[in-house]
């Protein structure tokens, strides 16, 4: 498959059931209370009735994805790779961001997983996401060790898979990794400075060591609530990143425009901050609550916020967290898919978000 039909990022979230990884959407990527938080797999059969509205990009250039955790999270091992890609062309979406972590030579540690979703996805032409795992990063090393360390992932990785990808998202809340107590994330002032420069010196290494191996590689940086501060020091230290990955949640969005926070869009703000850089939504969703009204303000939250992303130019694509509930994990956790089992990994169900992006 070439980068014509598959593009890429490189994604380091869970793959939780195979390699001892995990990854939570629950307290690391909220406010802190010092911020002042005020089916069948031929068919599936939706149990809750569509909305009338269908949200759609239309008029705009914006992309439509969601996440998934097809190496490793029992949903997706169960749900051939075939009908992830199905379900995702069914709603629109033409990116699946993915978690990745590699071995020692760069290889994927599940490629009896990984390569009939390469070929399911190029078949649909539907774009893989990687999100790549910092394996070997260590916070007791010197910066010229971390970034070594650091490039040797991204060299070794980009050489095995640079024919698959165009785009590479590098590690997972790494932002919350060096954030200090009680602060929003936005000045250079609310990060350990030492925790910082050690990641900022691996993410440096690992971007270097795919472009390496990949010249015409992209990679993306992500962070979450107000920690564009970190991406701003990133840019600072010399990180050349080429997209803003930005998560936000319902929460952060009820939040962000009251005293002091004062940002009404955050996809504004971080245009003013990144002039130079798109913008790409890699997780949103809205935190799950009371089962009887989840759909509802799911369905709210995500309508109005891919709304207002259409609006801004600079936002390029907007990922859905996640594709299916993963019922063995903690309530949010658990529930954020916008489809729901109706028999445990063998037939599912709709939720009204789902319902609304259907394109048929």
Not at 13 to 39: E, F, H, M, Y
Not at 178 to 189: C, I, K, R, W, Y
Request: net charge positive; hydrophobic share 40%; glycine share 6%.
């Amino acid at each position: 498959m070439s980068k014509n039909n598959l593009f890429k990022i490189a994604i380091v979230a869970c793959i939780a059931s195979l390699t001892g990884i995990s990854c939570s959407k629950t307290a690391d990527d909220q406010p802190t209370p010092s911020v002042n938080v005020p089916n069948d797999l031929s068919q599936s059969q939706s149990i809750v009735s569509a909305a009338s509205t269908k949200i759609s990009v239309a008029g705009s250039n914006l992309q439509l994805g969601i996440n998934g955790h097809p190496l490793g999270d029992a949903p997706y091992i169960a749900t051939p790779a075939t009908k992830q890609i199905q379900l995702l062309k069914d709603m629109g979406m033409n990116w699946y961001r993915i978690n990745v972590t590699s071995m020692a030579d760069g290889s994927i540690t599940v490629p009896k997983l990984f390569s009939p979703l390469l070929t399911a996805a190029a078949a649909g032409n539907v774009h893989l996401l990687p999100m790549l795992y910092p394996r070997t990063l260590s916070y007791s090393v010197s910066e010229s060790a971390s970034y070594k360390a650091g490039k040797e992932v991204g060299a070794n990785f980009a050489a095995k898979y640079g024919k698959y990808f165009s785009y590479y998202e590098l590690g997972n809340d790494l932002d919350l990794k060096a954030l200090l107590p009680n602060t929003t994330g936005a000045a250079q002032a609310n990060y350990d400075r030492t925790k910082f420069n050690i990641i900022a010196a691996y993410l440096k290494g690992m971007d270097e060591g795919i472009k390496s191996k990949d010249a015409g590689a992209k990679t993306i940086i992500s962070a979450g609530w107000l920690h564009y501060g970190f991406l701003r020091m990133l840019d600072w230290y010399g990180v050349k990143f080429d997209v803003v990955g930005y998560k936000w949640y319902s929460e952060m969005e009820a939040i962000a425009p009251n005293p002091p926070n004062d940002i009404p869009d955050i996809t504004v703000k971080l245009s003013s901050l990144f002039p130079g850089k798109p913008i790409w939504i890699v997780e949103a969703n809205s935190r799950y609550k009371a089962v009887s009204t989840y759909e509802q303000s799911q369905n709210t939250f995500l309508t109005n916020f891919i709304a207002k992303c259409k609006k801004n130019p600079q936002v390029k694509v907007f990922l859905v967290y996640e594709l299916f509930n993963e019922p063995y994990k903690s309530t949010l956790e658990g529930n954020y898919g916008i489809l729901k089992w109706t028999t445990q990994y063998t037939k599912w169900a709709n939720k009204t978000v789902a319902n609304n992006l259907l394109i048929n």
